[in-house]
């Protein structure tokens, strides 16, 4: 029960995708693995009526469970994130957008929108002998400027992560479910999306030595790929989910 109670369990078959977690919920009478991610939702499940998942997409909201408890009249709804991991190091991308989009979304400075857009390539860079002709990286720009851009995500920092993270609206996620497997072993914990929050962003803001920005655990960069396509030049963030195991212990 003690492992019930941490929020990470040891799973006989790995899940292969959200689909496979609404039919654990959905099969909860029978299911001991969704059993015990209702317990740690605070249910007592012989209080339980019914269950409902259903999967959800374009929002920060994978799966959405409502239950339904005895001599109740209103039904409970929580919102689960999934994270499905296959290895102990593999990052994770929460979010992606245009600059433009954060810009509208955080209030975002002029000074600071046009540090970003040279930092993903949508403005050219105003120096010469880049590591990269096509774009800079945050080590690169001037002493003011990367001192600019820090001043400014650490003023934003809580409001950052919760939308990249958590989101907003109806949809907006209040727990990660993180499933991982390895070989033949697999594993899940369950965590309130605050502490998620907490764990994988409140942490220091620097400039990491492969010239991207780091918010605590969340990982801030160009996203590269697609071919030379243009969307290479969007910023995303990004996360270890599989660090979220070893949280317990910090």
Do not use: H
Not at 127 to 133: A, D, F, S
Request: aromatic share 10%; hydrophobic share 35%; with cysteine.
């Amino acid at each position: 029960m003690d492992l019930v109670e941490r929020g990470s369990q040891t799973a006989k078959d790995g899940f292969r995708n959200e689909d496979d977690i609404v039919l654990k919920f959905n099969n909860w009478r029978k299911d001991k693995d969704s059993q015990a991610w209702l317990i740690l939702m605070n249910y007592k499940l012989s209080e339980i009526e019914y269950v409902e998942a259903v999967k959800i997409s374009g929002y920060k909201t994978d799966v959405q469970v409502q239950v339904l408890i005895k001599l109740k009249q209103a039904i409970d709804v929580e919102n689960l994130q999934v994270k499905l991991v296959s290895n102990t190091i593999g990052f994770n991308q929460i979010d992606k957008r245009w600059v433009d989009k954060y810009k509208e979304m955080w209030n975002i400075p002029t000074q600071v929108v046009s540090i970003l857009k040279r930092y993903t390539g949508e403005e050219k860079p105003n120096i010469k002998n880049l590591k990269n002709k096509r774009r800079m990286f945050a080590n690169e720009f001037s002493e003011t400027e990367q001192k600019s851009i820090l001043k400014w995500i650490k003023k934003n920092q809580s409001l950052i992560v919760s939308d990249i993270l958590k989101g907003q609206g109806k949809f907006a996620a209040e727990w990660m479910l993180v499933a991982q497997k390895v070989n033949k072993n697999a594993r899940w914990i369950l965590k309130p999306m605050n502490y998620c929050m907490n764990f994988f962003g409140n942490g220091k803001i620097e400039i990491t030595s492969r010239g991207n920005f780091k918010i605590g655990r969340i990982t801030m960069q160009r996203k590269g790929g697609d071919g030379g396509r243009d969307t290479a030049k969007m910023l995303q963030f990004k996360i270890n989910p599989a660090e979220l195991f070893n949280s317990e212990y910090n």
